[in-house]
């Protein structure tokens, strides 16, 4: 098991950007796909991104490709989602997660983060 803990989240103009921060620490980090998902109030959480253990693939969602990027480094145990040109509609609490596959869907990933609140204001 990986225990994950995001960090970096917070207020921010429309326009702005974030840069969030995912530590693992646990299980061998370098060998884990990794994911970032977001959740709205009232909606169900969503894919956002998602990079190989290797960073060698990255996915993003269509409504933020272009706007966000996924890396990591290994050797922090470190992944992080840079989010640039952020808009309302990207608030939301953002987690991280990591699995054997880089999935697009909650359930191909085994552990969680316990969150961190991004809110874009207009």
């Known amino acids: 098991q990986v225990q994950l803990v995001e960090s970096g989240g917070g207020l921010v103009q429309a326009g702005g950007s974030l840069r969030l921060s995912c530590a693992a620490s646990g299980r061998t980090f370098s060998r884990y796909a990794m994911g970032w998902f977001r959740q709205a109030p009232g909606k169900e959480r969503e894919f956002v991104a998602a990079?190989?253990?290797?960073?060698?693939?990255?996915f993003y969602a269509d409504s933020v490709k272009g706007r966000f990027t996924i890396s990591r480094d290994n050797a922090k145990n470190t992944v992080y989602l840079q989010m640039n040109s952020l808009k309302p509609e990207d608030t939301a609490v953002y987690y991280c997660?990591?699995?054997?596959?880089?999935?697009?869907?909650?359930?191909?990933?085994?552990?969680w983060g316990q969150g961190t609140q991004v809110t874009v204001s207009s």
């Open positions: 990079i190989s253990w290797s960073g060698g693939n990255t």
């Open positions: 997660a990591g699995g054997r596959v880089t999935g697009r869907i909650t359930d191909e990933y085994d552990d």
